[in-house]
């Protein structure tokens, strides 16, 4: 299993980011997709989930109406728009995946998302 990140980079407050993340390894759409974040000196935050279909998604109250979580079965990657972004939004971005057990959960390199005028 890999899950690459990618999209990530510095951005002024208020302005957008597509984040990436391309799936190998296993059947994509079987299994539901998320986005963790971990700012600096914090503990991981969840940030937003989608099902297996690309149904269900949810989202981190912290982000709702701006984030938009989706994917693409076709290419394997699960997407995060991220739109009218805060200084609070900078953090390395993971993706995730978990399959069903502890010993299944797996996570990608992470990419930095920076926000700042």
């Known amino acids: 299993v890999l899950l690459v990140e990618s999209g990530g980079g510095m951005v002024q407050p208020g302005g957008s980011l597509r984040l990436s993340c391309a799936a190998s390894?296993?059947?994509?759409?079987?299994?539901?997709m998320s986005w963790v974040r971990q700012a600096p000196g914090k503990e991981p935050e969840w940030v937003s989930s989608?099902?297996?279909?690309?149904?269900?998604?949810r989202y981190a109250d912290s982000v709702k109406g701006r984030f938009t979580i989706s994917r693409d079965s076709a290419k394997n990657t699960v997407y995060l728009q991220m739109n009218s972004l805060k200084p609070e939004d900078t953090a390395v971005y993971y993706c995730?995946?978990?399959?069903?057990?502890?010993?299944?959960?797996?996570w990608g390199q992470g990419t930095q998302v920076t926000v700042s005028s």
């Open positions: 989608i099902g297996a279909r690309g149904g269900g998604t």
């Open positions: 995730h995946c978990n399959m069903g057990s502890p010993s299944l959960d797996y």
């Open positions: 390894g296993f059947t994509f759409s079987n299994f539901d």
